[in-house]
Each structure stands twice: as C-alpha cells, then as structure tokens.
C-alpha cells in the first residue's frame, strides 16, 4: 500500500473564514485504499463484492498504516478549524462540577461514586453509616495513566463483608472480576478472566457470573463470541475450579446469566439469543436435591424474577402484555398460563419495580416521561410520588426492611440530581444537587409530534435558548436510535450544553423500534420493519426545516451504534437531508455484523444475510452497500480501535467506500479513537477531545462561527 505522508499532512487548504460564511476545503488527498477485487460473496444467487475486506484484520500492519494514515487527513482537518480550541476550553469548563451518584445502603456501609469535576473517572467512597467520615474505596484514576481504565458492576455479600467488582480496560467489553474486604480494604488473591455480559450475584461464600472460554490471542476485540456460560466461583480458589453451572454446548449463540433472589431462596438462569426475548430457568436453593425447572422455554418475550415473598415468585414480563406488568407465581407453577396478575399492564410502559421498606415502587414511561406509582407489598395503588419536574426518574433503591430510599432526577435542562424519600411517611427532601455554571430558566424542551411516511404519528423533543428566533438559520443536531428496546429519554449531556449555549438546537426524536410506547413500538422498527425507523428519522428532519427550525444547510444529523446505522442508512437513502452527518461506532456493514464478537445476537433484532428473505431486506439498507457516486453531506465518521462490541472494520469499509464514492466537495473523514471502545468508561479527558471535535466539524460545515 502507497502513502504520500508529506501530501497527507499538506492536504488541506488554508481556512477562510468570515463572521457570515466559512469556507471549507475542497481538496482531500485521502489514502489511497488498496481494493481485493478477488473477494466476492454469493449471498442466494446475488454476486458482492467485497473490496475493503482486509481491513476487518484490526491487528494487521496494513490495517494499522491505513488507520495512521486516515487519522493523520483528519487531524490535519480539524487542526485548522480556529475555533476547535475555544468548544474545548468551553467543555471543559462546563464539566468542572461535581457529581454525586445516589448511595447504596449495606448493612452499616454507604458506599457511592463521586467526582470533583476534574476526574477522568468518578471514585468510589465508602462511610461507616449515613454521618460517618468519607473514605476512598476505588480510585479508578489510580489504576492507569490516561484514565482508560474503569470500573464497574460492584456487589457486595450479602453478609456486607466482601465487595466484587469489575475493571475493563480501554472501554473493552471484556472484565476482570477482582474481590475486595471491605473491613480492611484489602484485595483478595481472588481473579476472574474473560468475563463478558455478566452480572456478579453472591450466594453463600461466592458469586455467580457469565464468562467465556478465553479467546484466541490476538482476536480478542474481533473473534465472534460462543458459548457463554455461568459459573460459581467460591472465595479463595482459583479459577480453573470454578464449578460450571449452566451451559448449553448445542446452541453456541446464546448468552446466559445467572443470579439469586435477594433472600437466597431462588437462582434463576436467564438464556437468551438476541437481544430481545429470554428463557427462564428457577432452581429452588433452599432443597438440595432440588433440579432446575423450566418455565419459559421459548424466546418469544420477555422475563425476569423481580422478587420473591416466600414461595411465591413475581415475575415482570412482557408475555401477553406488550407494555409489560408483574405476575405471580411459584415453582409448582411454571407454565405461562398459569401465571396470575399481580400489577396489571397499564396504556403506558411499566419500566421496572422495587421493593422499599415496605413500599413497592412502580415505574412508569408515559410519554416519554417518567411517572412513579407507590404501592403496598399486595400490590395495591396508594399514590404518586411527585417529581421534581417534567423528566426522569432513576427509580427508587433501597433495601427490604429499610425506611430510607433514594433516587435521582434530570430533563434536557436539569443536571442529574439526587433526592431521599422515607417509605413511611413517603416525604422526599433533596440529597445532592449539582452546581453547575448552567442555568436551566434559560432553555426550553417542547414534544412535538409529526406524521411518518406511513401516517404514525412520532413525537419529539426539540430544546433550546428561549426567544431562540425560528427563521431556518439555527444550527440543528437531530439525534436518533431506534432500536433493541432502548427508549431514548430526556437527560442531561454536557455535551448537549454546549451545543444549545452556541445558539444551537438540539432534536431528540422518539423513533419506533425502542421501548419508549412498549413492545409494539419495538416491533415496528424491527427486522422488516426497519425502513420504518430510518423513515420516521427522515421526516423529523423534514419537520424541523418545514416549520423553520433550521434548513438543510444548518442541519446534523447524529447517532451512535444502532444509531450510527440510523446516519448511515438516512444519509445514503437522503444525502440531501441535511449538511454534517456523524455516524458514531455505527452497524454499517449488515451483511456481515453477525461473523464478529457479539454481532450474531443482533439477528433477533435485524435479521442475517444467511436467510435469504433476510438478506433481500439487509441489502436495501446497509450502509456500505448503498453508497452510491452523489453528493453527500460532510461526514465524520467516528470509531475506536478497542470497540468489541461494534468492531471498527465497519466504520473502516464505510470510511473507504464513501471517499472512492463521493462526488461533492465535502469531507469524508473519519475519526478513529485509540485506546477506546464502544463508548462506557471512557474517560472525561476523551471525551472532551472527542467532543470538541465533533462540535467544531459540526458548525464549520453549518457555516457557523464560535466567537
């Protein structure tokens, strides 16, 4: 492969810029990108080729020039946009508050996170009781020089003596289970490799957790992902003696969990092969000779054990009830028919529940906000509990026995704050509040809603500076993701702050194939359905140009995962919707997203190229195959060499086929992270890199000037 290193740094033109017009680069010398015309697929008859295919090798030389190499263009790029300097310093002084998760309550022990503004990652306190002295328990920032490492999924005994937790590195899926005392602080000799969509759930001396076999070296981040499996791992052993719980060695694909009722009564085994639709399998623990018994044995909905009272188990699910309820049954009645309604399904999603002292709370989505229903432990509405506001609720933790809960709140204008709420009395008073230099009375969210090519009428959120006039000049970022469930709700971003202080605004639209009005929603952006999702997209770009929002030329379009497919479908179906698009870490390649780490599980939600009727749908929307020789709007696509979870080689062949392809004067870049993944754990320094960049790329290509 042949690169000009001295044209690639000298590729782009001096930057014009004036208060009313900016003007761009025409020029790009991109890499030349080697094409193996060799590599052709026959998918039922139909000849694809396969051109860029080599660089699905992340560890290859070749590879890793081409990534340099693009890096370098787009560095070069965003170096001489002026104002790049002024978004980050404007980041970064935004995020300099503090926050304050809510605690959770362990016997004596409160433990939480916290960050004092300036932490790439939150640390980890502990007090000995509600009034007692703070005291470091993690620091994760101590645990690597650039902050990539992170921690997660703690849990502590349930005799409050030992805490288990998760360290990932560079935002990889992949965990280390470590143990630690939480008298002495002290790490155990105690470590778990290869753990991967796992909880930790302690039982006796030990924990169960999901793992896999340990990869083939140097195909950790690509390597599909087989037979998971629980274990239980008791304290003071090694690994290798772990004692395999469950396994399914005839069905490769499928993920299984495993996790204990609160009082110990019950282990429940969860197998999926999606991401959408769970059997379920409960053991009795309190027997011994007691055998697992099955009670949902297809894949057809959703199902968990929430809680237990005594022998009867109540179950949240979706089976028969598209915007899901609560069942009770118990083990001498396992059948789905059987079940008996304990909270009924409601017009609205019911989201989760939890027990509180003894209150259940019960929460609710009803439009995209979040309403909390107190109950009595037989199931009975006592009341509502009041908000702080329009927005959303995290739900209420705390433990069985306890008077004290805790949850927190947020809107698109509202940092995330922490309210404590006694179950007895039901009065709430504010825990933690964040002082952030952001003054919500400044902005405004409105819920819009429009009609789908189809008539669905869609809502969304559009938020911005007040008196902000609507003459079709603002700069507009319309976000999306659509998809697996996921219900996108208002909160609060930093991010986002910082777009709407530049006068932008910022679009949220409740796409059908999330979870937001309950499965039916789902559905109808799922498998065959899914042009319904990029359609609705389209028409809330439509929405906000027709009724003078912003117009084409001020208008970005955004999405990250589900939602980089979301951008890359929309841009190569409608290169004229808008002016930037940023498909972040998307699913760009849907011919091929299933042969890579956990890719296959999202059959469930897309379909695969290996079913022919599958394929014929695939192929009208995948991004890479639909890049046509037209103008498209400027594009920065954004990607991570440690993503294995969206593996970088579809952001790579997107990248390629799109600068071979595009015939306007536009950029085409891409922005490859290093040391990064999917996008958890990622620390603030990054992000705000990131960030920066994607604001300055953003505006430049909006003909907006930060002063």
């Known amino acids: 492969m042949k690169y000009n290193f001295l044209i690639i ?64 263009v787009t560095n070069t790029y965003l170096s001489k946009i002026p104002f790049r300097d002024k978004l980050k310093e404007q980041l970064t ?44 328990l993690l620091d994760p920032n101590t645990m690597s020089e650039d902050g990539t490492t992170s921690i997660g999924g703690l849990s502590v005994s349930k005799d409050h003596q030992l805490m288990a937790y998760t360290i990932s590195e560079s935002g990889s899926d992949w965990k280390e289970i470590v143990v630690m005392d939480l008298n002495t602080k002290e790490m155990l000799s105690d470590k778990v490799l290869w753990s991967k969509f796992s909880g930790i759930s302690w039982h006796n001396n030990g924990f169960y957790y999901s793992g896999y076999d340990a990869p083939e070296k140097g195909k950790e981040f690509s ?81 968990y054990v929430m809680d ?56 609710y989505l009803k439009d995209v906000q979040s309403k909390i229903e107190i109950l009595t432990m037989d199931g009975k509405y006592i009341k509502d509990l009041e908000l702080p506001g329009i927005g959303i609720c995290s739900g209420i933790s705390g433990d069985k026995g306890e008077n004290t809960g805790y949850y927190s709140f947020t809107s698109f204008t509202t940092p995330r704050s922490s309210y404590k709420i006694n179950t007895d009395d039901l ?40 008196g902000l006039k609507m003459d079709g000049t603002n700069p507009t970022l ?52 899914k042009q319904n999702v990029f359609n609705d997209f389209i028409a809330a770009g ?23 497919l979301l951008v890359g479908a929309v841009m190569t179906q409608e290169p004229n919707l808008a002016a930037v698009a940023l498909p972040g870490v998307g699913v760009l390649d849907m011919l091929r997203y299933h042969k890579f780490t956990i890719g296959w599980a999202w059959a469930t939600e897309y379909g695969s ?55 306007s004067k536009h950029p085409m870049l891409i922005r490859i992270e290093a040391k990064a993944g999917h996008g958890s754990g990622k620390p603030k320094n990054k992000l705000i890199d990131e960030w920066a960049d994607v604001w300055a790329f953003t505006f430049f290509n909006l003909g907006v000037e930060i002063k």
């Open 478 to 529: 319309l976000y999306g993701y659509g998809g697996f469930q996921i219900s996108i709700k208002p909160s609060f971003s930093v991010t986002n702050a910082v777009f709407m202080q530049n006068g932008g605004i910022y679009a949220v639209v409740t796409l059908r194939g999330g979870n937001e009005y309950g499965e039916a929603w789902h559905k109808a952006g799922m498998l065959n359905n």
């Open 609 to 663: 190229s290996d079913n022919e009727e599958d394929f014929k749908n695939l192929i009208t929307f995948s991004p890479l195959h639909n890049v046509k020789p037209v103008d498209y709007p400027a594009t920065m696509i954004m990607t991570a060499d440690h993503d294995d979870r969206v593996v970088p080689a579809h952001s790579f062949k997107f990248a390629a086929e799109l600068q071979k392809q595009n015939t």
């Open 9 to 72: 740094a000298t590729a782009l033109l001096i930057f014009s810029c004036s208060s009313d017009k900016q003007e761009e680069a025409i020029n790009y010398n991109y890499p030349d990108t080697r094409q193996d015309t060799t590599v052709v697929d026959d998918y039922f008859g139909t000849q694809i080729a396969d051109p860029y295919r080599w660089l699905e090798d992340d560890t290859s030389a070749e590879t890793g020039a081409w990534v340099t190499a693009q890096n370098a």
């Open 427 to 466: 009065s709430s008073e504010l825990y933690f509040k964040p002082a952030i230099n952001f003054n919500p009375d400044d902005y405004v969210t409105e819920q819009v809603r429009f009609k789908s090519k189809d008539g669905e009428s869609i809502p969304m959120f559009i938020t911005h500076k007040k």
């Open 93 to 136: 002084s935004l995020w300099d508050y503090e926050t304050k998760s809510t605690p959770s309550k362990h016997g004596d022990f409160y433990i939480y996170s916290k960050n004092n503004g300036k932490q790439n990652q939150s640390v980890y306190y502990i007090k000995d009781g509600e009034d007692g002295a703070e005291e470091v």
């Open 542 to 564: 439509n929405y906000l140009k027709d009724n003078k929002y912003t117009s084409t030329e001020k208008l970005a379009i955004h999405g990250r995962s589900n939602g980089g």
């Open 223 to 303: 390597n599909k992902n087989e037979y998971h499996k629980v274990f239980y791992h008791t304290i003071g052993t090694k690994q290798s003696t772990d004692q395999l719980i469950f396994e399914d060695s005839e069905h490769p694909l499928r993920n299984h969990h495993g996790y204990t009722t609160e009082d110990d009564h019950f282990l429940v085994i969860t197998a999926s092969e999606g991401t959408s639709g769970n059997s379920m399998h409960i053991k009795d623990l309190t027997k011994s000779d007691s055998k697992f018994v099955t009670f949902v044995g297809d894949f057809k909905s959703d199902s």
């Open 308 to 363: 237990n009272i005594g022998e009867t188990l109540l179950i949240f699910t979706n089976y028969n009830a598209p915007n899901k309820r609560v069942v009770q049954t118990s083990m001498d009645k396992p059948n789905q028919e059987d079940w008996t309604d304990f909270i009924t399904e409601k017009d609205f999603v019911l989201e989760n529940v939890s027990i509180v002292g003894d209150k259940m709370f019960a929460k």
